[in-house]
């Protein structure tokens, strides 16, 4: 099945469900795919694109890191269906020369992927079905996101 690749955009807050959102956008920057994630999971995401390290390994730091002890790498996040409104994913390993599919919550599936410097894909059906038609995104509107981003707590979301 055909897939793109995306990268994430940030988190933002539904303002109407006061839920987090990650935005993960095409490399062409024509398609934004939002995802409705919780609490934590932003708070993961978000950690990871700002590069912070807590103290002690959080849960995705320590999958991380157990997949790094194995000696298995994190090869790529395919997001492959979408279900009664739920986002489904794939966690691709390559371990002992063979390929070994983890199956995730996307959310959970992108703050691995994040943490693991691994890409980000979504298949076309997915995508078809959910994206918003976006043009280019100017450098802009990126500051004023960024802007936002560094006035966001995620503390906020509790």
């Given at each position: ?45 978000l950690f990871a694109l700002e590069g912070i390290?807590?103290?002690?390994p959080l849960t995705h730091d320590l999958l ?73 995104i100017d450098e802009e509107e990126i500051k ?15």
């Amino acid at each position: 099945m055909k897939t793109i690749q995306m990268q994430v955009v940030g988190v933002a807050l539904d303002s109407r469900s006061n839920m987090p959102i990650v935005l993960l956008r095409d490399r062409n920057q024509n398609q934004i795919l939002p995802i409705w994630i919780g609490i934590f999971e932003a708070q993961a995401i978000l950690f990871a694109l700002e590069g912070i390290r807590a103290p002690r390994p959080l849960t995705h730091d320590l999958l991380r890191d157990i997949i790094s002890g194995l000696k298995a790498e994190v090869e790529s996040v395919v997001i492959n269906a979408l279900k009664d409104n739920t986002y489904f994913a794939i966690i691709s390993l390559k371990l002992n020369g063979k390929r070994v599919e983890i199956d995730s919550r996307p959310s959970d599936a992108i703050a691995i992927a994040l943490r693991a410097g691994s890409p980000i894909f979504v298949t076309e059906p997915v995508i078809n079905a959910t994206t918003m038609p976006q043009g280019p995104i100017d450098e802009e509107e990126i500051k004023k996101f960024k802007e936002s981003l560094k006035n966001f707590n995620p503390g906020d979301l509790q």
